[in-house]
């Protein structure tokens, strides 16, 4: 193996493991700007909320991101395709893998406040598209940079 393919192979982990933590700060950044309400009750239960968006939805992130990423990220290593709007559409895609599962499941409704799933995802499908494709861009600008 040479060290150009260990490069890239760390390369590659460590974007499919940074890259879907976008997810998780974008909810916060939502909820922050739709109206984040747990400032109200103190330091403490702000950061427990803060640090329960993390993990609701960072480890949701990271898991879709091996299921469903993985086999979209060698597919286009395969077709040779590296457009950044071609990676920005398939997060968008991807994304849209989560939502129909919480939506389902009835988890939508904790981010949503709806109840209905067609509702539930009528809310939720900005936050995701917003999500799914900053995820993208995200892992395509990591795997663009070379290292030293």
């Known amino acids: 193996m040479s060290v150009q393919n260990k490069a890239d192979r760390g390369r590659l982990i460590k974007a499919f493991l940074i890259a879907p933590l976008?997810?998780?700060l974008c909810v916060l950044i939502w909820?922050?700007?739709?109206?984040?309400?747990?400032?109200?009750?103190?330091?403490?239960?702000?950061?427990?909320?803060?640090?329960?968006?993390l993990v609701i939805f960072g480890l949701p992130a990271e898991l879709i991101a091996a299921i469903v990423g993985l086999p979209v990220f060698l597919a286009y290593r395969r077709l040779h395709i590296s457009s950044w709007i071609a990676y920005a559409i398939g997060g968008a895609l991807i994304s849209q893998v989560p939502m129909i599962i919480f939506a389902y499941t009835g988890t939508l409704y904790f981010l949503t406040g709806e109840s209905g799933v067609t509702h539930g995802l009528r809310q939720a499908?900005?936050?995701?598209?917003?999500c799914g494709v900053s995820s993208a861009l995200f892992f395509r600008?990591?795997?663009g940079r070379r290292e030293p």
Do not use: H, K, Q, Y
């Open 141 to 143: 600008w990591l795997m």
């Open 31 to 53: 909820s922050i700007v739709t109206g984040f309400r747990d400032m109200e009750r103190g330091l403490i239960e702000s950061a427990a909320s803060v640090v329960s968006l």
């Open 125 to 130: 499908l900005p936050l995701a598209l917003v």
């Open 22 to 24: 976008a997810t998780p």
